[in-house]
C-alpha cells in the first residue's frame, strides 16, 4: 500500500508541473507539492474511516487486567527489552535516512526532481519482497542472527557511499548500494518485533513490551529529520551527502553491536 500510494503521488506531482523540469518554477513546485500533501491528507483520513467502520468491536466478557503501570515496570527490568528499543532507534534512522535519497539523486546523481520521485517510490515496492523474505530467513536463522547480518549489510553500503561520488566510483555501484540499503532497512523493519517473542516475553506482555520499545524506539521521528538537515546545510553539495551517510554508517554500528549484545543476552524464557 506504501508503495501504491507514494506511485499516486508521483502522478498527481507531475500531473501538476510543465512538461519541461526545466521551466520549473518555486510557484509551480509549491502548487504541486500542496496537492500532494492534500491527496496524503485524504488517504489518511479514509483510513480513519475505514478503520472505525471496518474493524471489529471487541466482543465477549472483559479480562481482568493487573495494574497496567506495573506491567510496564515488570517489563522494563529486562535487559533485552532496551536492547530491543535501541535496536529499533538504529533501524528506524536507517528507515528515516531513505528520505533523503531523493535529494541526494538529484543533487549527487543529477536526476531531476520527477525522476527522483520516480526511482524513490519504485523503491517502495521493495518492501513486500524484502519483509517476507526476512520472515522466511528469520525463521531458519532466527531474527536476532538476521538483523545482526542486515545491520553489517548496511555499515559497509553506507560506509562506501559516505567517500563514493560519481567521479570516483561508478554510478552503477551507487545505484545498487543504495538498492541495497532499501533491502536492508525494509528487511529489518519485517522482523524486529519478532525479537519480542524470541526473547520469551509472555503473550500477556507484548503490549507492553511493544509500547515500551516504540516509544523510545520511535524517537527518530523526533530528531533524525533536524539533524540530517544540518548536516546537509552546513556541507552543500556531495560532501554533506557524504557526511550524512558517515553518520548512518555510525548508526548502523551500533544497530550491529546491540543485535550481537542481544544474542548473547539469555531469553526471559531461559532464565525461568
Not at 507514494?6 to 510557484?27: E, R
Not at 566510483?169 to 525494509?186: D, E, K, Q, R, W
Not at 552546513?234 to 557526511?243: D, F, K, L, T, V
Request: hydrophobic share 50%; with cysteine; charged share 10%.
Amino acid at each position: 500500500m506504501a508503495a501504491i500510494i507514494a506511485s499516486l503521488g508521483v502522478i498527481i506531482f507531475t500531473w501538476l508541473i510543465p512538461d519541461s523540469v526545466i521551466a520549473l518554477d518555486d510557484q509551480q513546485r509549491s502548487r504541486g507539492m500542496r496537492h500532494v500533501i492534500y491527496y496524503y491528507s485524504l488517504m489518511t483520513a479514509m483510513s480513519g474511516v475505514l478503520i472505525w467502520y471496518v474493524l471489529p468491536e471487541e466482543t465477549g466478557a472483559k479480562s481482568n487486567h493487573a495494574n497496567p503501570m506495573q506491567k510496564v515496570k515488570d517489563t522494563s527490568r529486562h535487559l533485552a527489552i532496551w536492547l530491543l528499543a535501541v535496536i529499533l532507534v538504529c533501524a528506524y534512522c536507517g528507515y528515516k535516512g531513505l528520505d533523503n535519497y531523493g535529494l541526494y539523486a538529484v543533487q549527487v546523481l543529477g536526476m531531476s526532481e520527477i525522476e527522483s520521485a520516480k526511482f524513490t517510490s519504485l523503491t517502495a515496492y521493495i518492501r513486500p519482497i524484502a519483509a517476507i523474505s526476512a520472515g522466511i530467513i528469520a525463521d531458519r536463522i532466527t531474527s536476532k542472527k538476521f538483523i545482526t547480518i542486515c545491520f553489517f549489510v548496511l555499515t559497509m553500503s553506507y560506509l562506501l557511499l559516505s567517500i563514493a561520488s560519481p567521479d570516483n566510483v561508478s554510478t552503477t555501484v551507487i545505484y545498487l548500494n543504495l538498492i541495497v540499503t532499501f533491502i536492508a532497512v525494509f528487511a529489518i523493519r519485517g522482523v524486529y518485533f519478532a525479537l519480542i517473542e524470541e526473547n520469551g516475553f509472555p503473550e500477556t506482555g507484548t503490549g507492553t513490551a511493544v509500547g515500551i520499545t516504540s516509544v523510545i524506539g520511535f524517537t527518530p521521528d523526533i530528531f533524525f529529520a533536524p539533524m540530517a538537515g544540518r548536516i546537509l546545510d552546513a556541507s552543500p553539495g556531495i560532501q554533506g551527502h557524504q557526511y550524512y551517510f558517515l553518520m548512518l554508517t555510525a548508526i548502523a554500528v551500533c544497530g550491529m553491536v546491540t543485535a550481537t549484545w542481544l544474542m548473547r543476552t539469555k531469553s526471559l524464557t531461559a532464565n525461568n
